[in-house]
């Protein structure tokens, strides 16, 4: 995989409507204000350190993270206990949620089916990244 590029700070800027809203039973509509949101400023704390990458396989799929999905990646937050960041093992790149408790170091996966990855003497675990943001594409392909 080759090393992703920085995210460009050029403005990306939807309509949005200044309200919530609701996802159970429908309320009255309230008058609501038109703005422009830029996605620069809603997904990208750091532009020099944020990175877009396209998800392969399922093992992260029951953190909502799955094949065909895009991450938003920031280089510059600390990976703790319970991020999912984006790691590099032996060369490869791989994204899955760190433990890091009472000494113990490893990546977990977010599918049953696949084991975590604990490290062995001489194995090198690289956090490249934290991930912040998961992009869905809902329609069907």
């Known amino acids: 995989m080759p090393t992703p590029r920085p995210l460009q700070a050029t403005p990306v800027l939807l309509g949005a409507l200044d309200t ?3 996802c159970g039973f429908p309320s009255p509509a309230q008058a609501q204000q038109h703005k422009r949101l830029d996605l620069n400023d809603l997904l990208i704390h ?6 877009v990458v396209r998800v392969r396989g399922p093992s992260m799929r029951d953190a ?6 895009h991450v938003v ?3 510059s937050l600390s990976p703790k206990h319970g991020r999912i960041v984006l790691a590099v093992v032996d060369g490869d790149y791989t994204i899955k949620r760190l433990y890091q408790q009472a000494g113990e170091i490893k990546l977990q996966a977010a599918n049953p089916q696949f ?4 490290f062995k003497e001489g194995q090198e675990l690289v956090v490249w990244g934290v991930v912040t943001w ?8």
């Open 20 to 22: 919530s809203i609701q």
């Open 46 to 51: 750091q532009p020099e350190a944020s990175y």
């Open 64 to 69: 909502g993270i799955e094949e065909g999905d």
């Open 73 to 75: 990646v920031d280089r």
């Open 115 to 118: 084991a975590d990855l604990v």
């Open 134 to 141: 998961v992009l869905k594409n809902l329609l069907p392909v």
